[in-house]
């Protein structure tokens, strides 16, 4: 099997490692598949793929969707990012709670967070280049961002000065989400 779950957080995040065979040609790795991650219990339908470049120190974030649900495998095609999911379903034991890691070109892994996580990335390299799968069409109308400094989820962002869209410096506060919903 050439999909591995590396490891699960907060309830619903994987983190996937892919069997690569390299050689002095360079590497063959799969990326999907999937009768391998149906027996993985991992959605197997991404009706979008969704392809970013930024420069370092750009955040991207923290975006989510609920019209329809939108789940996201992410994964790092160029260069080093910093990845974060927050648990934003309410009810849940881990609401509020984040999960970030350092995912590249050259470790390969690839984040699954399930629909109720606001995503976000933070590019580390010089450009970083990020490919996602997601379980859903985007719709503007469905669809939210959470500030990337809440000081109430606490994110350990690798930069302190990032680089925004004036969408992302204008979201809302977890706390003002939260109570709109």
């Known amino acids: 099997m050439p999909f591995k779950i590396e490891s699960t957080h907060l309830n619903g995040i994987v983190v996937l490692k892919t069997e690569v065979f390299e050689d002095d040609r360079g590497f063959f790795l799969e990326v999907f598949r999937e009768d391998q991650f149906k027996s993985m219990g991992l959605p197997s339908y991404f009706p ?7 420069v370092r120190g750009v955040i991207r974030g923290l975006h989510f ?3 329809p649900p939108m789940g996201k495998l992410m994964r790092v095609i160029y260069g080093t ?3 974060v999911a927050v648990d934003i379903r309410k009810g849940s034991p881990t609401l509020g709670k984040w999960f970030g890691i ?4 050259d470790n390969k892994l690839q984040v699954w967070a399930p629909p109720g996580f606001a995503r976000g990335f933070c590019v580390l390299s010089e450009v970083g280049e990020i490919q996602y799968k997601c379980t859903g069409i985007y719709n503007n109308k469905g669809e939210s961002n959470i500030i990337w400094n809440d000081p ?9 000065k990032p680089i925004l869209s004036e969408k992302d410096t204008k979201a809302k ?9």
């Not at 979008?48 to 930024?54: A, L, M, P, T």
């Not at 350092?102 to 070109?105: M, Y």
């Not at 109430?152 to 302190?160: A, M, V, Y």
């Not at 506060?173 to 919903?181: D, G, N, P, Q, R």
Request: net charge negative; charged share 25%.
């Open 102 to 105: 350092e995912v590249s070109a």
């Open 152 to 160: 109430t989820i606490g994110i350990e962002w690798p930069i302190s």
């Open 65 to 67: 969707q609920w019209d």
């Open 81 to 83: 990012a910093f990845l």
């Open 48 to 54: 979008q793929d969704n392809h970013s470049r930024s």
């Open 173 to 181: 506060t977890f706390k003002e989400w939260l109570a709109s919903k």
